[in-house]
């Protein structure tokens, strides 16, 4: 009894916002992002200049990054496997896509409210944020878990895409929302835009970062972590389980909207392909290879995973999904941890917050 | 003849009589076609045909019909030629052809008088008696009625079918004479059908009996503009159309039913061995759809490799299949599901990450492209049962394979030491092993069983479909929804759940159309599974 005591008081000690992986983690994002644009604003001829192009691809990653934080949140803390993810993220973008669409013509029915950059921020929110809501309470309310809430998210996910691939939908069926021009009056062309969104996007990781991470260590994530070793416990002490996971769920889907707003004008097109199974469930190799139950880990399988498919469908296109499908299987067998897991071994036993929270993690 | 045996009796009569009745029917045989060789000439055959170079289609309606009332021979091969559009005149001479291919440039043609071969003519030499579309209906039942007086029963029947609403005031009568000396019942009845039709047309209330509750469209058709005026008759035909209508509707909920038993049957096939690994084993396999792939590409070679045998190909495919995905299944489980035991997440991607490397495996050996497996003779076509319901073979062959299967299935859980084994493990595998069940080897087994019947499920789905590498992943969600619908392990809520939504979208189709009723579908499952965690069929006790 009076060992569990001392864990506990030295865990809450151990548990502070600023640990130093959370340090280490802001520093390289935001170092990061300050050479690529010193190096952007280098002129073309020098050797180290980085072209736009590269800045574009490195913002579409900082998105993917974000979607991978918004799976490990419920994931790695809240032991939820979401094979849906990519519909909130889907959704995200769908309303930036309409509000982009707006800029040049005006849209039909309701849909003209999106003609206003607030109304569509807030769309980016809500639209994801609702659907996890309701999605969220049947599930959660009726004990919906493990295998079962994977399967049923992954149904949901195919649900929509076969709904937005319907051209009544008015979402531009199976092509999805393309020709963007205008963001907030400035073209979406132009070189300040694309630095612009690349900032933006390396910004939006660093707050859901320090986002997830306020929500790990305060007791909303300390009674999820509990929820997640044993849920039957926790709801026997008190706690309400379903009120926890809904409220993880909800912010999760909220990030991963986010992050689909930011890549669209990044890509410049969103289609209901976004929505199928397969891309949520690549997002979810991204967190098991990063290592879950950890965020910088999140980030980092996001950016390895991408940068692999970036650089391996260029030259052996045909090999991806066979390297794809390899990692799924040897990370689950061989790194249950991810590289996360790997890194802190190779650090000795030196565990700070994050690991300990990572320990015994099972589905 | 019979008559004649039985009323004599002793066999050496019996065998007179048979003598001198062939001789006789052969001499009777001999004069008919000598005296109708005599009646019409060539140069009358000339004349008949002659008549129909004209350019009035009433005057070639005439023609034809005076070719059908002659005692030609050839005129059953002129009329269908003329319908053809394939019967021609010489255009600078006398002479009749019957083009026998009109498909390239030069036509092989022959005589139409002698049928001799007459070698090649082309659209400038030939010119073809053209006919338009009142002329077509008019030589149809010339046709017809031509062959109602000739030929044995199937064939008398099939032209009674023709004459349906195609009798005119022109034929009406010799119609009325054939129906009267007809013997058998069933062409007896298409005529008066068609009879009847031609009567109500011309007003006879009392016809309209005759019509009462005939699913032929054409019926149908001509009932309509006559159920639409005020008299007396209209409100018969209404009553008449109204009950044809009601009993259409019925055929049509059949149909229905039928399609979505059908399309159930697949759902089940496809869930059937994923209740088996994840309803009774627990393990989620991602890759069960690339095993029901696996399934259907054994299909495909094992018919490359009999070439012109589909029949003995599929009945080889079936064990194949089998054999094949079971394999593949036991592999799977031996290298990676077996160290994940108790991490059902961790399998779930696993399994996934095997059914990316399955599915990139058949595209880079065989190729991305879609390959086709033909269908033995017996599985084409559809079995019609009346006009309104017709089941096609290949569907009906698939829904009783799939019970077939899970009966098999069904009892070798219930009967066999290796069903007993593995509801043994799944009930209490430590209990189950100090009994001395090894319990290793039933989750092997139990595995490839599993995919075993997956690839049963793909060799079924090659016979509906193309094969290609992606055939396994538009299953995947389906099968475990139904699986999840229908109550974990538990295979007879499998089955209902499989087929139960297959019927409900069928069903929701004609209204919403084919995309909004999976979607309805899916949703409906997914708000159920939130109502009802377990399941149609909970699983009993604790165990769940």
């Known amino acids: 009894m009076t060992t569990q005591t001392l864990l506990h008081e030295r865990d809450r000690s151990r548990q502070a916002f600023l640990s130093r992986s959370t340090l280490l983690t802001s520093l390289v994002l935001i170092v990061g992002m300050l050479v690529v644009l010193v190096l952007n604003a280098l002129p073309e001829s020098s050797a180290w200049h980085v072209s736009n192009a590269t800045v574009s691809l490195l913002g579409k990653y900082f998105t993917y990054m974000l979607l991978a934080l918004a799976v490990d949140l419920i994931w790695g803390y809240l032991g939820i496997l979401s094979l849906g993810h990519g519909a909130f993220f889907a959704l995200g973008g769908y309303a930036m896509g309409l509000y982009l669409n707006a800029q040049t013509s005006p849209l039909p ?189 999140a980030l980092l399988g996001a950016l390895v995973v991408n940068y692999l498919k970036t650089v391996l469908t260029g030259v052996m296109p045909d090999a991806w999904l066979f390297i794809l499908g390899g990692l799924f299987v040897l990370v689950t067998m061989l790194l249950p941890q991810g590289i996360a897991g790997v890194i802190s071994t190779w650090r000795g036993k030196r565990h700070d917050g994050e690991e300990q929270d990572r320990q015994e993690v099972s589905a | 003849m019979t008559k004649i045996q039985h009323s004599t009796g002793r066999f050496l009569t019996r065998l007179l009589m048979h003598s001198v009745l062939l001789c006789l029917l052969m001499a009777w045989g001999l004069s008919v076609s000598q005296t109708a060789a005599a009646a019409v000439s060539d140069a009358q055959s000339r004349a008949l045909l002659e008549a129909l170079d004209t350019r009035s289609f009433q005057a070639k309606g005439d023609a034809a019909q005076a070719i059908a009332e002659s005692d030609a021979e050839q005129k059953t091969r002129w009329l269908q030629a003329l319908l053809d559009g394939r019967l021609g005149k010489e255009r600078r001479g006398e002479r009749f052809y019957i083009v026998t291919d009109d498909s390239g440039r030069e036509w092989p043609i022959i005589d139409a008088i002698t049928f001799e071969d007459a070698g090649t003519g082309t659209r400038r030499t030939v010119e073809v008696f053209k006919i338009n579309n009142d002329l ?41 004479a054939m129906r009267d000396d007809e013997e058998s019942q069933s062409v007896r009845g298409q005529l008066d059908v068609a009879l009847a039709l031609y009567d109500v047309q011309q007003g006879d209330i009392d016809a309209l009996e005759t019509l009462r509750g005939n699913l032929d469209t054409r019926v149908r058709n001509t009932l309509t503009p006559i159920a639409a005026g005020d008299s007396e008759l209209a409100a018969e035909a209404q009553s008449v159309l109204g009950g044809i209508e009601s009993k259409r509707a019925w055929y049509d909920r059949a149909q229905t039913l039928f399609f979505g038993l059908s399309a159930g049957s697949i759902l089940v096939l496809a869930a059937i061995g994923l209740a088996i690994t994840f309803g009774v084993m627990g393990v989620i396999n991602m890759a069960h759809g690339e095993l029901i792939m696996i399934g259907a590409y054994t299909t495909w070679m094992i018919q490359q490799a009999l070439p012109g045998q589909p029949g003995l190909a599929l009945a080889l495919a079936i064990p194949g299949g089998f054999l094949v995905a079971g394999a593949f299944g036991v592999v799977i489980e031996r290298t990676v599901i077996r160290f994940l035991k108790g991490r059902p997440l961790e399998t779930l991607l696993a399994t996934f990450g095997l059914s990316l490397i399955l599915q990139q495996l058949v595209r880079s050996v065989f190729s991305p492209l879609n390959r086709r497996v033909t269908s033995p003779d017996w599985l084409q076509g559809a079995w019609q049962i009346n006009e309104a319901l017709s089941l096609t073979l290949n569907r009906l062959a698939v829904l009783l394979f799939c019970l077939v299967v899970f009966a098999g299935l069904w009892a070798l859980m219930r009967y066999t030491r290796l069903g007993l084994e593995v509801r043994a493990v799944t009930q209490n595998r430590a209990m189950a092993r100090a009994m001395g069940v090894r319990a290793t080897r039933v989750d092997m087994l139990t595995f490839g069983l599993g995919a075993g019947v997956a690839g049963l499920a793909g060799v079924a789905l090659s016979q509906l479909t193309n094969v290609g590498p992606n055939l396994g992943q538009g299953y995947i969600v389906d099968s475990f929804l139904v699986v999840v619908f229908g109550g974990v392990g538990n295979l007879w809520g499998t089955l209902v759940a499989g087929m139960s939504l297959g019927v409900i979208n069928q069903v929701l189709q004609p209204w919403v159309g084919a995309v909004l009723a999976k979607i309805i579908v899916l949703v409906g499952v997914i708000l159920f599974i939130q109502k009802r965690p377990q399941g149609i069929f909970a699983p009993k006790g604790r165990t769940s």
């Open chain 1, 109 to 297: 029915g309701w849909q003209s409210i999106m003609t206003y950059f607030p109304v569509a921020a807030l769309a980016v929110l809500l639209a994801p944020g609702l659907l996890a809501l309701v999605f969220g309470w049947l599930a959660f309310r009726s004990r919906v878990t493990g295998v079962y809430f994977s399967i049923i998210t992954q149904a949901l996910t195919f649900a929509l895409m076969l709904a937005f691939n319907r051209n009544e939908m008015g979402m531009g069926g199976s092509t999805g929302l393309t020709r963007f021009y205008e963001l907030l009056g400035f073209s979406l062309a132009s070189e300040g835009m694309t630095v612009a969104l690349f900032v933006a996007s390396g910004m939006a990781v660093l707050l859901a970062f320090w986002l997830c991470r306020a929500i790990t260590v305060s007791r909303l994530g300390r009674v999820s972590v509990a929820t997640r070793d044993a849920e039957a416990r926790v709801r026997f002490i008190g706690y309400r389980v379903d009120h926890v996971k809904l409220a993880l769920f909800v912010v999760s889907a909220m990030i991963a909207g986010v992050a689909g707003a930011l890549y669209v004008p990044q890509v410049g097109i969103i289609n209901p392909s976004t929505f199928a199974p397969l891309f949520s469930i690549e997002v979810v190799v991204w967190v098991a290879l990063g290592g879950r139950a950890t965020l910088y880990g």
């Open chain 2, 136 to 176: 077509r209906t008019r030589i149809q039942g010339l046709l017809a009625s031509l062959s109602l007086s000739a030929g044995n029963e199937t064939s008398r029947l099939a032209a009674a079918e023709r004459l349906v609403g195609e009798v005119t005031a022109d034929n009406a009568d010799s119609v009325r």
